[in-house]
């Protein structure tokens, strides 16, 4: 399911950033780099915990708050690392370095 959810994500993204003015590699890269932070995850991890402690709901419902806290866990330990490989190994293929006289460099997108 972690795994359909991450294609989704990254199906998404590349359709979300299409009126944007990117080329097909850059918005690949938008695709392959967007999905893997993980940063819904870590903000819900404990909310279902917090829930259940201060009294929101019953006991009962303690297992079911350690489940949705377990998964929060293995996907920010799953998709984040490799969001980082993917951002690490595309970024070489899909952008190029452009470096004006007297400036930093400019990631652009290699049209070639």
Not at 17 to 22: E, F, N, P, Q
Not at 80 to 107: C, H
Request: hydrophobic share 55%; charged share 20%; proline share 4%.
């Amino acid at each position: 399911i972690l795994l359909i959810g991450v294609i989704v994500r990254m199906i998404v993204a590349y359709f979300a950033v299409m009126g944007a003015g990117l080329s097909r590699k850059e918005r690949a890269f938008v695709a392959l780099a967007w999905p893997s932070k993980a940063t819904v995850q870590a903000a819900l991890a404990t909310a279902a915990l917090e829930a259940v402690d201060k009294g929101d709901y019953g006991p009962e419902y303690r297992e079911a708050a350690m489940i949705v806290f377990s998964l929060a866990v293995l996907s920010i330990l799953t998709t984040a690392p490799i969001g980082a490989i993917f951002i690490r190994v595309s970024a070489p293929m899909l952008l190029k370095k452009k470096q004006q006289p007297g400036e930093t460099i400019v990631m652009e997108a290699n049209r070639t």
